[in-house]
T-cell receptor, first 109, second 113 residues
Framework: KNEVEQSPQNLTAQEGEFITINCSYS?????LHWLQQHPGGGIVSLFM???GKKKHGRLIATINIQEKHSSLHITASHPRDSAVYIC???????????FGKGTLLTVNP | DTGVSQNPRHKITKRGQNVTFRCDPI?????LYWYRQTLGQGPEFLTY????????KSRLLSDRFSAERPKGSFSTLEIQRTEQGDSAMYLC???????????FGPGTRLTVL
C-alpha cells in the first residue's frame, strides 16, 4: 500500500509570499496529482504529472521520481489561494487515487 | 459540459436507516470512482467502475454498502442499516479513460444521528 505524506499540515502566509507544499510517497507510481479543496467539499484537479515540472499560472508542480517526492509552489500568493491542497498518487491498472491528508493553506491580506 | 453532479448534497438520517446517493459523471467518461472523506482526512477509495462493471471494492466497503452503475452512465451508492461511523463526505469522480485526470463531484455529506 502506498503511503502519502504531506508537509506542512497547516501553513499561514502573507499575501505575496512564495509558498511550497511537499509530498512524499513510498511506492512507485504511474502519476502524482495535486488537488485543491475549498470549504464545503468541492475538489478540483490542479496537476497530474509523472515526471519533471508543470506550470499553470502562479502554480508550479515538480516531481522527482527517484526520490519519490513532489512539491507544489505558489508564487505571489493571494487570499483566494486559501484552501486545502491535497497530494494523491495513482498506480496499477485501477488508477485509484491514494491521498495524503492535505495541507490547509491560509493566505492573509 | 456540466461536470460531475451528485445528489443529494446533504443527507441526515437516523441510525439503522438505509440511504442512497447518486452520481452523474461527465458524459462518455467510462471510469467512475467513489471515495469517502472524514473530517480532517484525505479521501479514501471505496470502489470503481469501468463502464457498468464494478472492478474493485475496498475493504472499507462492508456488506452494508453496495454500488451499481447499471447502464454505464450514472451510479448509485447505497448504505443499509447506517451507523454513526458512516458519517462522512461521499465523493464521486469520473475520468474519460484509465489513467486520465479524475473530475470530482461536489460530494454528498452524510450525517447519521
Amino acid at each position: 500500500k502506498n503511503e502519502v505524506e504531506q508537509s506542512p499540515q497547516n501553513l499561514t502566509a502573507q499575501e505575496g509570499e512564495f509558498i511550497t507544499i511537499n509530498c512524499s510517497y513510498s511506492v512507485g507510481i504511474s502519476a502524482l496529482h495535486w488537488l485543491q479543496q475549498h470549504p464545503g467539499g468541492g475538489i478540483v484537479s490542479l496537476f497530474m504529472l509523472s515526471s519533471g515540472k508543470k506550470k499553470h499560472g502562479r502554480l508550479i508542480a515538480t516531481i522527482n521520481i527517484q526520490e519519490k517526492h513532489s512539491s507544489l509552489h505558489i508564487t505571489a500568493s493571494h487570499p483566494r489561494d486559501s484552501a486545502v491542497y491535497i497530494c494523491a498518487v495513482s498506480g496499477g491498472s485501477n488508477y485509484k487515487l491514494t491521498f495524503g491528508k492535505g495541507t490547509l493553506l491560509t493566505v492573509n491580506p | 459540459d456540466t461536470g460531475v453532479s451528485q445528489n443529494p448534497r446533504h443527507k441526515i438520517t437516523k441510525r439503522g436507516q438505509n440511504v442512497t446517493f447518486r452520481c452523474d459523471p461527465i458524459s462518455e467518461h467510462n471510469r467512475l470512482y467513489w471515495y469517502r472523506q472524514t473530517l480532517g482526512q484525505g479521501p479514501e477509495f471505496l470502489t470503481y467502475f469501468q463502464n457498468e462493471a464494478q472492478l474493485e471494492k475496498s475493504r472499507l466497503l462492508s456488506d452494508r454498502f453496495s454500488a451499481e452503475r447499471p447502464k454505464g452512465s450514472f451510479s448509485t451508492l447505497e448504505i443499509q442499516r447506517t451507523e454513526q461511523g458512516d458519517s462522512a463526505m461521499y465523493l464521486c469522480a469520473s475520468s474519460p479513460r484509465a489513467g486520465d485526470t479524475q473530475y470530482f463531484g461536489p460530494g454528498t455529506r452524510l450525517t447519521v444521528l
